[in-house]
């Protein structure tokens, strides 16, 4: 794996009670902040733009930036990006094709939301229809138990996670159950801007049957399936109400829970038989 991945970390294990405590050292995943500028415009007026920063772990920054752009609406490929260049230790500049302008919604768009962001969830919704997210496509039906089989299959390849136990993992998986991609990162939505991303850059017209994502289902990760034009998200972990909300109003079918050979479904009954 990527030494800028993990970092080892001292520290001082406690047993039960009675037991001395034994000095010592592990791994732990690395988080930094990663500064995301956009210069966009004709080629003899180009502008800037400060993005945000996202905290993240480090490698496939370029994969990152593309899937959270593409997510957040501000391209619509990965075409749309000329280059990129790393202007300083965790200062990433997107610069996209002369001509590609961000209009003043753009420009004023929040880059990274979160639970905290105060937008309200009929918002959300109508947000991201404007982005030109559509309802999820059809497909052939999806067996419960290739469902039950995905966390295993993620675990098994999530590589820094075996290291460290830190690391959210997203992985595209097909119609037959066989892992496609999968991406680790500190943050679950960075794992699948990541696993987007990528996707994008190859140029792959290929979509995927479903997307698996450890930990909880919010509103963002939702957001990102939509786009990325999946029929069936499912996690670990609890969804929120709005991420309900959403999958419903997108034809998304949303799974939560999934541990244990049991899981729930939340919306797109039809699909899982």
Do not use: W
Not at 235 to 257: C, D, H, M, W
């Amino acid at each position: 794996m990527p030494d800028s991945q993990v970092r080892v970390a001292p520290l001082v294990r406690v047993g039960p009670a009675g037991r001395a405590a034994v000095t010592g050292s592990d791994l732990v995943a690395v988080e930094e902040p990663l500064q995301l500028e956009i210069v966009h415009g004709p080629a003899t007026a180009r502008a800037r733009l400060n993005a945000g920063v996202v905290l993240r772990t480090p490698g496939r920054d370029e994969d990152l930036a593309t899937g959270l752009l593409f997510a957040e609406g501000f391209i619509r490929g990965a075409d749309a990006i000329d280059r990129f260049d790393i202007v300083a230790p965790g200062h990433l500049r997107i610069s996209l094709q002369p001509g590609v302008t961000l209009d003043d919604r753009l420009a004023r768009r929040v880059l990274v939301r979160s639970g905290a962001c105060g937008l309200c969830g009929r918002d959300a919704i109508d947000d991201l229809a404007g982005l030109g997210a559509q309802a999820a496509p059809g497909g052939a039906p999806i067996s419960s138990a290739l469902i039950r089989s995905l966390p295993a299959l993620l675990r098994e390849r999530q590589q820094v996670f075996h290291e460290t136990g830190g690391l959210h993992a997203a992985a595209f998986i097909d119609a037959s159950g066989a892992v496609e991609a999968i991406a680790e990162d500190i943050g679950r939505h960075n794992a699948v801007d990541k696993l987007v991303g990528a996707r994008l850059r190859a140029a792959s017209g290929a979509a995927s049957a479903l997307v698996i994502v450890s930990g909880r289902a919010a509103f963002e990760i939702v957001h990102k399936a939509v786009m990325a034009r999946v029929a069936v998200l499912a996690s670990v972990g609890a969804p929120s109400s709005l991420a309900v909300e959403t999958a419903r109003a997108f034809n998304l079918t949303l799974i939560g829970f999934l541990r244990d050979d049991r899981f729930n479904i939340y919306s797109g009954f039809d699909r899982i038989v």
